[in-house]
């Protein structure tokens, strides 16, 4: 069975970067049929899609974040990873990572999720 | 990119049916059959129980149902039970290898 766990800071300081792993077990990130995800839910709001990679290293980010996003892969080590950058307390938010099938264009197994807050 | 509109909340009785609207523009839900369907019980892990618009994965209930028209996909649940309160999202393509969800609906068993 798949899992994925996020890991990282739960606190981060305005204007800093915001970094989170997350680590996929019983299964390898290196499939070409999958896609890595990074998904957030600010409190009280919906899901906002963050953006994906592929193992080979193609990414693709939501316009509104781009500019502050990165997501990398580490296949050695079976994880992927969320950089964002000049954060402030609207990314205040639980982060999810997640699986993106790309057969059946759903994002089909996901972490527990992890609250990171960002205040000084 | 903006996020699809659902209603905040729905609620029905043990037993009955309800509907969730999912609505999109003409750039998303309106020109790919991609949209997906997550249940989510807060604290926990979001779980997929429709996808492709209509397909209904191995081990979700067949009182679980999805359709679309037009920008509007819809999620339909049949026979309403207790474990079914939770907060449900929608999902669509957005096209350039982009996706957005919905805002969710609280669904409370009455």
């Known amino acids: 069975q798949l899992q994925l766990q996020e890991s990282g800071p739960g606190l981060v300081k305005p204007s800093e970067t915001l970094s989170l792993t997350c680590t996929v077990s019983?299964?390898?990130?290196?499939?070409?049929?999958?896609?890595w995800v990074w998904i957030r839910q600010p409190p009280g709001k919906g899901l906002e899609w963050i953006g994906y990679?592929?193992?080979?290293?193609?990414?693709y980010y939501n316009p509104s974040l781009k500019s502050r996003v990165t997501i990398s892969v580490d296949t050695s080590k079976n994880q992927f990873s969320l950089k964002l950058t000049s954060v402030t307390a609207a990314d205040t938010a639980v982060y999810y990572c997640?699986?993106?099938?790309?057969?059946?264009?759903?994002?089909?197994?996901w972490g527990q999720g992890a609250l990171v807050t960002v205040s000084s | 990119q903006s996020a699809l509109t659902q209603p905040a909340s729905v609620s029905g009785s043990p037993g009955q049916s309800i509907t969730i609207s999912c609505t999109g523009t003409?750039?998303?839900?309106?020109?790919?059959?991609?949209v997906s369907w997550y249940q989510h019980y807060p604290g926990k892990a979001p779980k997929f129980m429709i996808y492709?618009?209509?397909k209904r994965p191995s081990g979700v209930s067949d009182r679980f149902s999805g359709s679309k028209s037009g920008n509007t996909a819809s999620l339909t649940i049949s026979g309403l039970q207790a474990e079914d309160e939770a907060d449900y999202y929608c999902?669509?393509?957005?096209?350039?290898?982009?996706?957005?969800f919905g805002g969710g609906t609280k669904l409370t068993v009455l």
């Open positions: 997640a699986r993106y099938a790309t057969p059946t264009a759903v994002f089909d197994y």
């Open positions: 019983g299964g390898s990130i290196s499939s070409s049929s999958y896609h």
């Open positions: 990679i592929h193992y080979t290293g193609n990414t």
């Open positions: 003409s750039s998303d839900v309106g020109s790919y059959n991609l």
């Open positions: 492709e618009v209509t």
């Open positions: 999902c669509s393509y957005a096209g350039s290898n982009t996706w957005v």
